[in-house]
């Protein structure tokens, strides 16, 4: 998920721990200031992201790919994190003369912690993807049930926040951040500008009812108000898959052999479908939408490079598909055994493409050629990237039929 998602749990967590934690008191004093866990359950909470700092070493797209969500996404690895977290908080402590009782000692390891854990499981939650497992298992992990970036997550922690802090400039800068995002998704055809009104309209309503609420209340609405979201996009996505499935069945006589889904921001009714299937020598990607109870979703246009190879649209149960990308597996694959850089950029490419020379992981690539995901074999190079990653890749199934295919011939 986005940071400042990964900072409002934080926020919110240090606010729950401290109207909670037993103990907290001396002589009716906290020897501590309250902000000083809120800031310190704040950093945990975004802190695993720290491995974008590898772009210094190696600034290119690939690096990028390869090791965000890597070894600092992975349980074992919370581990030195939070310790390093926790050393550096007590040496701000004795900077500032001040020491801790035993009982909040206690606090601010588990608002370290707790907050790591929070930050891979809300990274689960999207189809990016974590390593949980790593090194003992080197697999990627797909939630695939809210966007990278979800609105609606702001708008249940959001006003709860805004009610806390005293500051204008931070009641001012976290609704523009909302109005941005939302006015961006509109822009990019992720949401209509009736989804958008919905939108505001409910984080106004729902700003203006958290006045109402004492303040323990409104923490608890906003914590109710998370679960039941997270628990409604994953209810949809189970039938989403369940619905996909279906239809390939009924009408192909097969099921795909992974499907990847994505909700539209601000929508558990609407789903971006990507259905991979794989046969001794074909590899095909069927791309569309999902709609569920009829309701409306914004119909973006097909990605780059998809054609439908049909008349029309193909509507059914609530399935628009918008195109098909297939192609020998040989050729997809024919630069895979000569190039490093490629063979890592299959650790990361969950559902590959090779458009016009130019591969791409079509999760990321929306009408441009030129997404984050896109990687272009340099004839010659032979060289592997600078920072050497280990993952299975997500298409390791297509890569067995590739090599097999080689040693049969």
């Given at each position: 998920m986005d940071n400042l998602t990964h900072s409002l749990v934080g926020f919110a967590v240090a606010k729950t721990a401290l109207y909670w934690w037993p103990n907290q008191k001396k002589k009716n004093q906290l020897i501590a200031p309250p902000i000083y866990f809120v800031v310190l359950s704040m950093v945990a909470a975004s802190f695993p992201d720290f491995d974008v700092l590898l772009q210094l070493y190696s600034p290119t797209k690939l690096n990028y790919l390869i090791t965000h969500r890597g070894h600092t996404h992975s349980l074992w690895a919370l581990i030195p994190q939070g310790?390093?977290?926790?050393?550096?908080?007590?040496?701000?402590?004795?900077?500032?003369?001040?020491?801790?009782?035993?009982?909040?000692?206690?606090?601010?390891?588990?608002?370290?912690?707790?907050?790591?854990?929070?930050?891979l499981s809300l990274d689960f939650l999207n189809n990016y993807g974590i390593h949980p497992f790593s090194p003992w298992n080197n697999?990627?992990?797909?939630?695939?049930?809210?966007?990278?970036?979800?609105?609606?997550?702001?708008?249940?922690?959001?006003?709860?926040?805004?009610?806390?802090?005293?500051?204008?400039?931070?009641?001012?800068?976290l609704p523009l951040c909302f109005l941005v995002v939302v006015f961006t998704f509109v822009k990019l055809e992720f949401m209509s500008w009736i989804n958008a009104g919905l939108v505001i309209f409910m984080f106004l309503a729902l700003a203006a009812a958290h006045r109402f609420l004492s303040p323990k209340k409104s923490l608890l609405f906003s914590w109710v108000f998370t679960f039941l979201l997270v628990t409604t996009f994953y209810t949809y996505k189970l039938w989403s898959v369940h619905k996909v499935n279906d239809y390939f069945y009924k009408t192909q006589g097969f099921v795909p052999n992974e499907i990847v889904l994505s909700a539209l921001p601000s929508s558990p009714f609407c789903w971006e479908v990507m259905a991979i299937t794989l046969t001794k020598k074909n590899y095909r990607v069927d791309h569309g939408n999902l709609s569920h109870f009829n309701f409306r979703c914004q119909s973006f246009k097909s990605k780059s490079g998809l054609s439908l190879n049909k008349s029309q649209l193909i509507q059914q149960k609530g399935l628009i598909w918008q195109g098909e990308y297939q192609v020998e597996i040989q050729d997809l694959m024919s630069e895979y055994s000569a190039s490093c850089k490629l063979r890592h950029w299959f650790q990361f490419a969950r559902v590959p493409v090779k458009i016009a020379g130019q591969y791409s992981?079509?999760?990321?690539?929306?009408?441009?050629?030129?997404?984050?995901?896109?990687?272009?074999?340099?004839?010659?190079?032979?060289n592997c990237p600078k920072i050497k990653t280990h993952w299975t890749p997500p298409r390791q199934d297509l890569i067995n039929y590739f090599l097999t295919m080689n040693k049969e011939n």
């Open positions: 310790l390093v977290i926790l050393g550096s908080f007590t040496l701000f402590l004795k900077y500032k003369n001040l020491a801790l009782t035993k009982s909040l000692n206690l606090l601010a390891g588990f608002l370290v912690f707790i907050n790591l854990l929070l930050h697999k990627w992990y797909y939630g695939d049930m809210l966007h990278i970036i979800e609105p609606l997550l702001w708008l249940a922690l959001m006003p709860f926040v805004l009610r806390q802090i005293t500051g204008r400039t931070f009641k001012y800068i992981d079509y999760r990321y690539s929306l009408k441009s050629k030129e997404d984050i995901s896109a990687f272009k074999v340099i004839n010659g190079d032979t």
